[in-house]
């Protein structure tokens, strides 16, 4: 069975950092891409970022770019999203995501999904 275990969210004042975690388990992590997602209340799924299983190349939507950066340790199965700068509109609940798929930003590509953890940015 396959899971994916999110930790790392909180409160955390604008300007500030996180980093969150992803830990997969039942799956050959190494062979996957991963993705970031997050959705904040009232608005749809987006698209955060994603890092490719072959050569660990990240690229992000433009609303982290610059900011976040993601990273992946093969060895520990995890996957991490460092998060500087937070400014209140990252308020949002962050999902990783895994596809044997071309990484991309259609959730639609993710197979697997975590739980979710919730971020928080205050003012």
């Known amino acids: 069975q396959v899971q994916l275990v999110e930790s790392g969210g909180g409160l955390v004042q604008a300007g500030g950092s996180l980093r969150l975690s992803c830990t997969a388990s039942?799956?050959?992590?190494?062979?996957?891409?991963l993705g970031w997602f997050r959705q904040a209340p009232g608005k749809e799924r987006e698209f955060v970022g994603a890092?490719?299983?072959?050569?660990?190349?990240?690229y992000y939507a433009d609303s982290g770019k610059g900011r976040f950066t993601i990273t992946r340790a093969n060895a520990r199965d995890t996957v991490y999203l460092q998060m500087n700068s937070l400014k209140p509109e990252d308020t949002a609940v962050y999902y990783c995501?895994?596809?044997?798929?071309?990484?991309?930003?259609?959730?639609?590509?993710?197979?697997?999904w975590g739980q979710g953890t919730q971020v928080t940015v205050s003012s």
């Open positions: 995501a895994a596809t044997r798929d071309a990484y991309g930003r259609e959730y639609s590509r993710y197979a697997y």
């Open positions: 039942g799956l050959t992590f190494s062979l996957y891409n």
């Open positions: 890092i490719s299983w072959s050569d660990n190349n990240a």
